[in-house]
């Protein structure tokens, strides 16, 4: 819920270009620790009980109106980037009649910015009785942001943007976030802002000024920490953000009971949840709607995307797993890949170098080594020997192979799909699997072995010369014979 009576809308400016990101992508849309730079800021507003979240687009519009497609804010397009004071109030325009809601304006290129802050500065607005209330921080040196004037008791007078400043203005530490909360009449005031400044854009910090002539309170709210506002401006920036975020993300998992062996080496995104006694080794990566239950292990240098792994799990090093599901107590690797509409059930086996891709294993499937399993259907307790491949793709298109319960599979076997193999089957080691095989059969699809006595002498015999010279054991062989 909000912190004060009133309700509190949420106006997100993001319509800049960002070009010092130089990228194709809109600098919003640069992800960090798992989510668009502008995505952190729409769960700020969400967390802060925001009755509505406009999000001012422009540059890339579309492609950032599709991003946040879904997580119920509205839009707002600001033809041309006129400046902050206008992107503001095409942003208050969205938002219609406000009634005596506050309106809250964040970046969407500050994905630092903690909630709790902002309950901070909501809480001292409403406090202070304030009608303006601008986010500070300070710094010894504030080069870029606009700068906080005082006046002689102390009270906030003016932002001097960089641009206008005098040294002695530039010298002051205190700078603008450019984050603020505003009382209703903040749209009907911001109206009033002109582009009579060098820049001829529209300021948003003029309003600071109109709140002043108007008689109404403003105030400023101090950081802690400077760096919650640090924009992401370029690479090099956002490299420091997410370096910041994985920080803070490793610590609430630590903190909640999951060790990280090596929390410098491990990037766990945000959107990503670990349960207790969760052991995390070095190098590892988890992403997007990942779920790990409690006591599972992960190892060194897995990638885990779009994951739930029940608990108990191993994961041995250098897994990679997209899209899948792994049951309670299974093991998976080491170098397993599990690709998407995997699905294993309780206790299976999973060994290196096996693949699998729209496959379902029941519970005690075992694969230890080297297999490849598309688009199939395993019944439980089957062993899979190793380098059983099912032939999924005739060239054209994929077929589904059913594998049923308690079945063997001899080693290097190829089922070519779509195949059904029964219940209780036994598959001879080396067969191509070209007709279904019924329940309880054996089925051995490999050429009939056949045995030249003395072969090996007249071969090697032939080559005499060679022998002698490269393979001198095999000589001696010969000379024996
Ligand atoms: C602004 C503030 C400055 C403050 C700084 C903090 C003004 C005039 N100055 O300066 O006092 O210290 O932020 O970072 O407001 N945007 C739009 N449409 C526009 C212009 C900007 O959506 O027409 C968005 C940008 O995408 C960005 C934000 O507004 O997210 C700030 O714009 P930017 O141009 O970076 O403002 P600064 O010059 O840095
Ligand atoms: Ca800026």
Request: proline share 4%.
């Amino acid at each position: 819920m909000t912190q004060t009576e009133r309700p509190l809308d949420v106006v997100i400016l993001a319509a800049g270009q960002g070009t010092r990101m130089k990228s194709a992508l809109p600098k919003v849309l640069h992800p960090v620790a798992g989510r668009p730079m502008v995505a952190w800021a729409v769960k700020a507003a969400q967390e802060l009980g925001a009755r509505k979240i406009v999000v001012v687009t422009g540059h890339g519009a579309e492609q950032v109106e599709a991003a946040l497609g879904g997580s119920g804010v509205q839009f707002a397009r600001q033809a041309q980037q006129l400046g902050t004071g206008n992107a503001f109030l095409v942003g208050a325009d969205a938002l219609g009649d406000t009634g005596d809601a506050d309106i809250l304006v964040l970046y969407g290129d500050t994905p630092l910015l903690r909630t709790e802050t902002l309950r901070a500065l909501l809480a001292a607005h409403d406090a202070q009785g304030s009608a303006f209330t601008i986010l500070t921080g300070e710094l010894p040196d504030a080069t870029g942001y606009g700068r906080i004037l005082r006046d002689a008791q102390g009270h906030v007078e003016r932002i001097v943007e960089e641009k206008a400043a005098t040294p002695e203005e530039k010298a002051v530490r205190e700078f603008n976030s450019g984050v603020y909360v505003m009382d209703a009449r903040a749209p009907e005031l911001a109206r009033r802002i002109t582009n009579q400044n060098a820049a001829g854009e529209y300021y948003l910090t003029d309003l600071l000024e109109l709140y002043r002539q108007a008689g109404a309170p403003v105030r400023a709210f101090k950081l802690d920490d400077p760096d919650e506002v640090m924009g992401a401006n370029d690479r090099t920036q956002l490299a420091q953000a997410e370096a910041i975020l994985r920080g803070r993300i490793n610590t609430a998992h630590m903190k909640a009971g999951v060790t990280l062996q090596d929390p410098a080496t491990t990037r766990i995104e945000d959107t990503v949840t670990l349960g207790r006694d969760v052991t995390v080794e070095p190098g590892v990566i988890l992403r997007g709607q990942t779920r790990v239950a409690d006591g599972v292990t992960l190892g060194a240098y897995s990638v885990v995307t779009d994951s739930v792994l029940e608990a108990g799990v191993t994961v041995k090093p250098h897994s990679v797993l997209e899209g899948a599901q792994v049951g309670q107590g299974s093991d998976v690797g080491p170098f397993a890949r599990l690709r998407p509409g995997t699905v294993l059930g309780q206790g299976v086996h999973i060994g290196n170098f096996v693949e699998t891709k729209n496959a379902r294993l029941s519970a005690g499937v075992k694969a230890g080594h080297l297999a490849y399993l598309g688009d199939v259907t395993v019944g439980a307790e089957t062993n899979i020997g190793a380098g059983t491949i099912v032939a999924n793709f005739d060239g054209v298109q994929k077929h589904q192979s059913q594998v049923g319960a308690g079945v063997f599979i001899g080693s290097n076997s190829t089922l070519i799909a779509p195949r059904v193999v029964g219940d209780a089957a036994f598959i001879a080691a080396g067969s191509a699997v070209h007709e279904d095989v019924p329940e309880g059969a054996l089925a051995i699809a490999r050429g009939k072995q056949r045995t030249l006595e003395g072969w090996s002498r007249r071969y090697w015999g032939g080559l005499r010369e060679g022998v002698g010279k490269k393979l001198p054991w095999l000589a001696g062989w010969l000379e024996r014979q």
